[in-house]
């Protein structure tokens, strides 16, 4: 059976996390990013909220990184601020799963 590798196909990628400790305390986060093509460099989109702690819950819209391949598939760093909530805000960061989903 022959393999036919797609390139420029459209993929998305599943994070999952907690934020930094602020006012206290942590939320949890998960999602999946857009769906984009395979290109060299390419980003995605993560969008979401927090889990509901301490009374409230906080959005998040960012921009990854570029990809950076890793084992035969690749990764997106990411980094951003939470909107502000509650008197304060928390950060999240982390990397992308490797594989596409």
């Known amino acids: 059976m022959e393999v036919i590798i797609m ?3 459209l993929h998305s990628h ?3 996390g907690r ?3 602020n006012d206290g305390h942590i939320h949890e986060y998960s999602g999946t ?3 984009n093509p395979d290109t060299p460099g390419h980003i995605h989109y993560m969008v979401g909220q927090t889990t509901f702690e301490d009374g409230h819950i906080h959005r998040y819209s960012l921009r990854t990184g570029p990809s950076i391949p890793v ?3 690749h990764t997106h760093y990411y980094y951003a601020a ?3 909530e509650d008197g304060h805000i928390h950060y999240l960061y982390g990397y992308t ?3 596409d989903q």
């Open 7 to 9: 390139q420029n196909r």
């Open 33 to 35: 990013t857009s769906a």
């Open 19 to 21: 934020t930094t400790l």
């Open 14 to 16: 599943r994070f999952v």
């Open 82 to 84: 939470t909107s502000f």
């Open 71 to 73: 084992n035969g598939g």
């Open 97 to 99: 799963n490797i594989y």
